[in-house]
Nanobody
Framework: QVQLVESGGGLVQPGGSLRLSCAAS????????MGWYRQAPGKERELVST???????YSASSVKGRFTIARDVAKNTVYLQMNLLKPEDTAVYYC?????????WGQGTQVTVSS
């Protein structure tokens, strides 16, 4: 049963923007904090940004000031607005929902930043 569905990835030039979306089931969205990880080829998966059920956010230093995480309660969806993209942002981006010992993952969406 797929509970997190990402969309919005693609190919963009350096300096460009993309918005990723993660649609969650109602139960997942209501009962979990959510966030985004990314994994570049040959590298470990790394945390990008998180947002709590209360709306508090965190962003990794590498994306702070460029990426913004937000949630739409009416749509059970979390977004990652990515601006001023750099080639080093190229990775598969994964949506995650987590609470205590529970964690859910989406299937991932590819983001490629290249001229």
């Amino acid at each position: 049963q797929v509970q997190l569905v990402e969309s919005g990835g693609g190919l963009v030039q350096p300096g460009g923007s993309l918005r990723l979306s993660c649609a969650a089931s109602r139960s997942i969205f209501t009962n979990n904090d959510m966030g985004w990880y990314r994994q570049a080829p040959g590298k470990e998966r790394e945390l990008v940004s998180t947002i709590t059920r209360g709306g508090s956010t965190y962003s990794a230093s590498s994306v702070k000031g460029r990426f913004t995480i937000a949630r739409d309660v009416a749509k059970n969806t979390v977004y990652l607005q990515m601006n001023l993209l750099k080639p080093e942002d190229t990775a598969v981006y994964y949506c995650t929902a987590f609470s205590g010992a529970s964690r859910y993952w989406g299937q991932g969406t590819q983001v490629t930043v290249s001229s």
